[in-house]
């Protein structure tokens, strides 16, 4: 069993900077592939980036390829999502995901077994 809580959300003009941040609780945090998505109002959820276990493999969609950077930190079971240059069709619902599947990153929000309770981003001047 893993629980997850986000952090770092809020509101942010467009071009600012955002880093969410997601702290695990469980064992073998460094066995499951981590990922961020989100999700807009009206609108699928979106797997934003992802994470290997050991963090040696990373995936993005390319709407934020180049603004964002996921990354880990297994000796303290955190994984963070570094946003920048934040556009209007950024805001939603972010939400941090495990995998306990080690294999490859998946983008199917149904492939992901936890997950945590989401935090808000809002991009507006």
């Known amino acids: 069993q893993v629980q997850l809580v986000e952090s770092g959300g809020g509101l942010v003009q467009p071009g600012g900077s955002l880093r969410l941040s997601c702290a695990a609780s469980?064992?073998?945090?460094?066995?499951?592939?981590m990922a961020w998505f989100r999700q807009a109002p009206g609108k699928e959820r979106e797997r934003v980036a992802a994470?290997?276990?050991?963090?040696?493999?990373?995936n993005y969609a390319d709407s934020v390829k180049g603004r964002f950077t996921i990354s880990r930190d297994n000796s303290k079971n955190t994984v963070s999502l570094q946003m920048n240059s934040l556009k209007p069709e950024d805001p939603a619902v972010y939400y941090c995901?495990?995998?306990?599947?080690?294999?490859?990153?998946?983008?199917?929000?149904?492939?992901?077994?936890?997950w945590g309770q989401g935090t808000q981003v809002t991009v507006s001047s």
């Open positions: 994470i290997s276990g050991g963090g040696t493999i990373t």
């Open positions: 995901a495990a995998d306990s599947d080690s294999g490859i990153l998946s983008a199917r929000p149904e492939e992901y077994d936890y």
């Open positions: 469980g064992r073998a945090f460094r066995h499951y592939n």
